[in-house]
């Protein structure tokens, strides 16, 4: 494992990381990452289901030495997963060329992120959510000088997490819950003040550590 005291975290370095990321190629990965690995009993479920496409943003803020992620809280009144924690990102409609075409779109809509601060640098495996979504994560640097305006119809908050504070494995907390279905399922939690970083974000992030910076 890599000492994070002596690593950097800058957005160029993150730059490079995404582009010669490690592990099995992305169409392959998504059953060995994040809390996918962790549920492997789920996995001929979810390989069975029908999913809508989706992508989301995981903007990297090029903040000299302290870049950070861009994160919203999700509005209340949204029919699936309200409340949460999440990157900006949404279905891939059919007007929309790739996957970073949608997250850029997206995230825009989102929370009024212009997309010529935006350079997409990559992307991480699925991540297969039995909500029914096939999620491309597109990896993401931001230059400074943008401004945001949230969509109060679908974000509460939006706010940023240092990207040095997510990549330590020490802030990557297990957890297990019961859900509707009668299954427990395991996730990771990664508490930041009084935001509970958990599921999908959390196993993209975990993820995102495993692909770049394990």
Same mark, same amino acid.
């Given at each position: ?26 169409? %392959? $990965? ?5 809390? @996918? ?7 001929? *479920?979810? !390989? =069975? ?50 996957? %970073? $075409? ?5 995230? @825009? ?7 010529? *601060?935006? !350079? =997409? ?94």
């Amino acid at each position: 494992m890599n000492n994070l005291v002596e690593m950097e975290f800058t957005a160029e370095d993150f730059r490079a990381r995404a582009q010669r990321q490690s592990g099995a190629p992305l169409a %392959e $990965a998504w059953r060995n990452h994040g809390d @996918h690995a962790l549920n492997t009993d789920l996995l001929p *479920f979810l !390989e =069975t289901m029908r999913l809508k496409d989706a992508a989301v943003l995981v903007p990297v803020v090029n903040d000299g030495n302290a870049p950070r992620i861009i994160l919203t809280q999700r509005t209340d009144k949204l029919r699936k997963h309200s409340g949460q924690i999440a990157f900006p990102g949404g279905g891939i409609d059919d007007e929309d060329e790739s996957p %970073e $075409a949608a997250a850029l779109r997206e995230a @825009h809509e989102e929370i009024g992120l212009e997309p010529q *601060f935006v !350079e =997409t640098v990559g992307r991480l495996p699925h991540y297969l959510a039995a909500t029914g979504f096939r999620i491309t994560p597109v990896l993401a640097v931001v230059q400074p000088g943008f401004t945001l305006t949230p969509n109060p119809d679908e974000v509460a908050e939006v706010f940023d997490v240092p990207l040095a504070f997510l990549m330590d494995p020490a802030n990557h907390q297990r957890g297990s819950k019961l859900f509707r279905d009668g299954v427990y399922r395991h996730f990771y939690e990664m508490p930041y003040g009084e935001h509970h970083i958990w599921g999908i974000t959390a196993g993209i992030l975990r993820t995102l550590y495993e692909r770049l910076y394990s």
